[in-house]
């Protein structure tokens, strides 16, 4: 199916250096998102496009050409190359957690105090994947959602915790051991502060 087609696999990993815990995870590269955004990228130059075809300049030629579609294109543009390049980062030092991508364009760290975070979960422990009693439409319904999500956000979720009111989700695509992998080791060090 054309919507299962990866090129390559994300790469976690995770180490500690001085006290502080790193974890790190590539986005995963597929194939239909990969050509979805790719194309609405181009969008960013349809104005042009259109001033060749058209060859005048109007209202609706501006407004759609030069405001409307890029847009669309450069929201394409930063989901593709996190596609292609993105790297999302997790840091826990003494007093705080950070999360960072890089790979694409506005994005920013996000800051955690320690203290505020609580309850972290692997994704299938969250509500959000436990509301039908039906085994089978629970895994069509949450691969679906999981898509979407992948389609929308750069993160899909594979790791969760509550900060203050919010749900917080880290990581894309992890299989069952990376994800208790990940877990275990923020628990260790977002409780002990003096961790090694």
Known sequence: ML????IGKPKFKYYSENRVFYAENNSRKSLFPLLFFGMMSILIFSGFIFLIKEKEFNLELFLIGFIIHPIFGIIGLRKFLWLIRGKEIIKIDEEKMTISKSGTFWTKDKIFKKSEIKNIRDKFQ?????????EFFNEYRNSIKEYNRGMIYLTIGEVLFDYKYSKVRVFNWLNK??????????KKYLENKNSH
């Open 177 to 186: 051991n990376e994800r208790q992998i990940l877990i275990v080791e923020m």
């Open 3 to 6: 919507l299962d087609i990866t």
């Open 126 to 134: 969250d509500d959000d994947y436990n509301k039908t009693p039906f």
